[in-house]
């Protein structure tokens, strides 16, 4: 079973920039670069909402329209690790961020296609 831990949230002054970073383990380093991997964030009385995923290999990625030119996903195959770096925060950026990974080597924006989810990382962004 894979299992993923979020880490770098925290607060941040809007404008500024955050790195978070989602290690899995329970899973070879072959494995996990064929697993799709995404971001999701859900703020207070939110639902949960798409933020960025990317393929397998690293080469495809997809954005949601509010983080786009702001955000980027990557990941290291080698360290089984999934990143999210931010810059020019928003307040309305503030959320748990949660990374996802599913047994598929194409990204996904739709949660059910993941099957396994960390427990997410505070990022609050104060304006």
């Known amino acids: 079973q894979v299992r993923l831990v979020e880490s770098g949230g925290g607060l941040v002054q809007a404008g500024g920039s955050l790195r978070l970073s989602c290690a899995a383990s329970?899973?070879?380093?072959?494995?996990?670069?064929?697993?799709?991997m995404g971001w999701f964030r859900q703020a207070p009385g939110k639902e949960r909402e798409f933020v960025a995923t990317i393929s397998g290999d690293g080469y495809s990625t997809s954005y949601a329209n509010s983080v786009k030119g702001r955000f980027t996903i990557s990941r290291d195959n080698a360290k089984i690790t999934l990143y999210l770096q931010m810059n020019s925060l928003k307040p309305e950026d503030t959320a748990v961020y949660y990374c996802?990974?599913?047994?598929?080597?194409?990204?996904?924006?739709?949660?059910?296609?993941?099957?396994?989810w960390g427990q997410g990382t505070q990022v609050t962004v104060s304006s």
């Open positions: 329970g899973v070879s380093g072959r494995t996990f670069s064929s697993y799709a």
């Open positions: 996802a990974v599913r047994a598929g080597i194409q990204p996904a924006t739709t949660m059910n296609y993941y099957n396994y």
